[in-house]
């Protein structure tokens, strides 16, 4: 492979009967890359998934994926993919370790001849080798059918929503895994509902309702959000949101946390004046402090952005 | 109605040799929004079921609105609202019916329900959707409407688990929102999360490894004990000593 | 290993882990057998008949002592008027009432023919049919031995059914290819088209597809398992049919086999048929079970014939599978059929197979939609 770029997106469409899943969706991936594609349920991070992996066809545009073309060229592309579909549940009455051979055999290799790269991974799950998939904890799924999808040793690894409903240790482990792989040389293309999991990517694209809003490093994401945003705090959080929501001038207004995310509609915001009105209505040990954007931040506002166009 | 909506003493489930729930014991005020977290297979589930009545516990005490699992389930189940990730709303009905159908089950007056109908559709600002098929909605209203259906028949403490899975931002934040509404309202919250960030807007929260409870209090106070910057960081400190599996 | 056998070995292993369905799968046909075989019994025993004989000479007193010989009947009432026969239909027991006209033996003698009427109760009238068959067939016998004796010149006397082949009426010889249809039906069709479903319900499908695996690689190695047990579970059904039940078996069982194989190669191909076009397990067994089961077990001829069917329904019965087997299959067991007697009959079943095979490789697509 000359260039270094592993998938090239180029004004891709997608419907279904009315639903427009995806719209003129461009992006490239580069060799190496952890990718992210960060977006809630239905916001087509599945569709753009299955189009990566051959299994759609785009109504417009092209796809190129490792060099070879999505549509014509799908049977090369095929080996060269390692696939994690969200809905995936491995097979239920299959131990780990027939599972693990299952997948092995199906991609023509063997367990033994790409354990190293697996190793770290599967070497915790070991120890249940002979237990049945459909007795494992969601973590342990998880990691089962990670070492499935890598077992042929794939050049690109995607990724739909491996973390979905699994809990934040688990995750936290996974991800460590994921930045172990990308050491490997493997390129990893990524999705998740979770916003917090985009700072651990190279790159994200954030996607909402068929179209991507903003594709970049989560670092410039973040200062792509420019307002002075203030955290609040106060021992009653329902009547601070009613309060701060009636503030003249007020923005937007997101808890977050322990802190109640503020920004105001003309620039900068006056932590004194606040602190006034606030306890003028009756709120009681309120705490303001300037605060650092998060992506769900950035992502909030470009949500509102994007529905006001 | 006693002065604690939930009220536990070394209730335990055990599954053969597995013990799910470890003679965990706590209580949840009237009014408070509770969180409850834990990893993967840590019991979650499992109390959850002993104190909706699903499930008969093993041994220990559990009063929820006053009565007892073990005796009163019936009656508990009348008092208690429950939604959970996997909506319980049907797809190919209208709001409308869907709302109908849980009065009904809840056996709330055809009078009243005429009346609740209209103030949940407009509640929810599904006013204008209040014919089509829920399939056809967004997720976020789709939640809304699950929720407001949970509390139709005014419970006492209403169970959610993981009621914001995979929603935007946006739509989370309103979620919680009402959330926080109906405990003004003195209904008490019961509710489990992965979003680290939510277990914050709790009043106060216990998180379970292998079945016990490792920690209870208000995030504040948390924070304090486990000298800890977020509930995130104790999440993990305590996960991490997990023994059961990879948790 | 290579990746077929791999995906062959999993299905193994997937069908044996899963006890139930496979008890089912083995213990099916054998209950099945066994219901059919002895407790839906189509044959008449002691069925009570009244008789009006107003002729009451030599001919009509053997018949029915004939009659009154068999297992079958019990001759319950002597008529003196065709007024009665009514009123005795009412009381609910009588089945059927045998009315020979006046002057029966002179009739015969001189016209060569004379009439019996036979009148059932036809409330049941699977029942009132075969009572009447059974009746007829008696007379038949009774004609023949009348005509060899040469006591008269060739006797006519009209019942005109004819039953050959299962003389003695017994319904277990009917039902076993029937049953043999049903049975791969059962396992061919509606557990090849669930097993395929269960894959995309939970979405290792898109894996599979992903994988290097061909389409064809996935569909023989789906229906492998299938066409084994298909296989044992006719044998089993062909040996309880022999030796429990005394089924007989004239013809081949080289052929036997041939066609058994053919038709479960259909039954197959249908079963990966359904599982192109269903999305879930659900609407695979609703289709496998309405859209298959159903009509194999009402329109082939397994239980009502098809040539008393209304028109429409006739026509229908051509594109059943089943009905072509099962003709194919009672020939060649109770009437010992050759290849040569069967042939259109094959033909038309290796058309169908070769008709879904190629229909579900073409539908069975390399993508999701």
Redesign the interface.
Known sequence: MKSTIVVEINNVSKSFRQLKALKQVSFAVEEGELFGVIGPDGAGKTTLFRLINTLLIPDEGTLSVLGYDTVNEYKQIRPLLGYMPGKFSLYQDLTVEENLQFFASVFGTSVASNYELIKPIYHQLEPFKNRLSGALSGGMKQKLALSCALIHKPKLLLLDEPTTGVDAVSRKEFWDMLKMLKQEGISIIVSTPYMDEANLCDRVALIQKGSILQIDTPTSVVNGFTKPLLGVKASNTYQLLKALKSFPGSDSVHPFGEYVHYTEKDGEPDPKVLQDYLEQQGLQNVQIKLMDPAIEDRFMDLMHTAEEV | MPEYAIQTENLTRKFGDFIAVDHISFEVQKGEIFGFL?????GKTTAMKMLTGLLTPTSGKALVTGRDVYTEAEFIKKQIGYMS?KFSLYDDLTPRENIRFYGGIYGISEEYLSQKIDEVLEGTGLKDQGDKLVQAL??GWKQKLAFSIAILHNPKIVFLD?PT???????R?AF??QI??V??QGITVFVTT????EA??CDRLSIMVDGRMDAIGS?EDLKHEFSAS???EI??KL??S?K???? | MNSFAGFVIKEFKQIYRDKRTLTVLFGMPVIMMILFGFAIRNEISNAEIGILDRSKDEVTHQIIQKLEATDAFQVRAYLQDVNEIEALFREGDIKEVVVFEANFRQKLVREQRADIQIITDATNPNLANLVQSYTANIIQDYVKALNSEDQIEQAGIMPKVRMMYNPELRSVNLFVPGLIAVILMLVSTLMTSISITREKEMGNMEILLVSPLKPYHIIIGKVLPYLVLSVVNVITILILAIFVFQVPFEGSYLLFFAEAGLFTLTALALGVFISSVASDQQTAMMISLAGLLLPTVLLSGFIFPVQSMPEVLQWISHIIPAKWFLIIVRGIMLKGSELLMVWKETLILIGMTVFFIALSLKKFKVRLQ
């Open positions: 834990g990893a993967n297979g840590a990730q967004p997720l993981e899975g995979g929603v935007d931002p946006v739509t934040r919680w929102e926080y509404e405990a003004e992965h979003y680290m960030d914050e807007y995030p977020s509930v995130e999440f993990i996960a991490r997990a059961r599996g990879d948790g």
